[in-house]
């Protein structure tokens, strides 16, 4: 069972709001952090996901998931048009949120 316990902006670039995060969201009980797919499938996706990341995980020993919902479709033909998932270091972000087409598609 998942249950939400609270959620949360970065606050915009740089991500100001981010070091208060770990604090309040440990507060509130939380076990994992899910960020949104939105920092993922952001033209571009955000430069700072990873130091978000990293520094959440470092300083608050909390588990940092990448993706909220499934991409859909029509991120997925952009970004594959434009080339920006083409790294290697994409395919571990993009796991969890990289379904099959019927499933992108319901979320276009």
Not at 46 to 61: A, S, V
Not at 62 to 80: E, F, N, R
Request: charged residues 20%; contains cysteine; glycine residues 12%.
């Amino acid at each position: 069972m998942v249950e939400l316990v609270g959620y949360t902006t970065c606050g915009g670039c740089p991500g100001g709001n981010i070091e208060y995060t770990g604090d309040e969201m440990i507060k509130n009980g939380v076990e994992v952090i899910h960020f949104a797919t939105g920092f993922l499938v952001g033209y571009p996706p955000c430069p700072y996901m990873d130091t978000f990341k990293n520094l959440l995980e470092n300083r608050f020993g909390i588990k940092v998931v990448w993706g909220t919902h499934p991409i859909p479709q029509k991120y997925l033909d952009l970004h594959t048009k434009l080339g920006t998932w083409g790294g290697p270091e994409w395919k571990e972000k993009l796991k969890l949120v990289m379904t099959d087409e019927a499933t992108r598609l319901k979320y276009n």
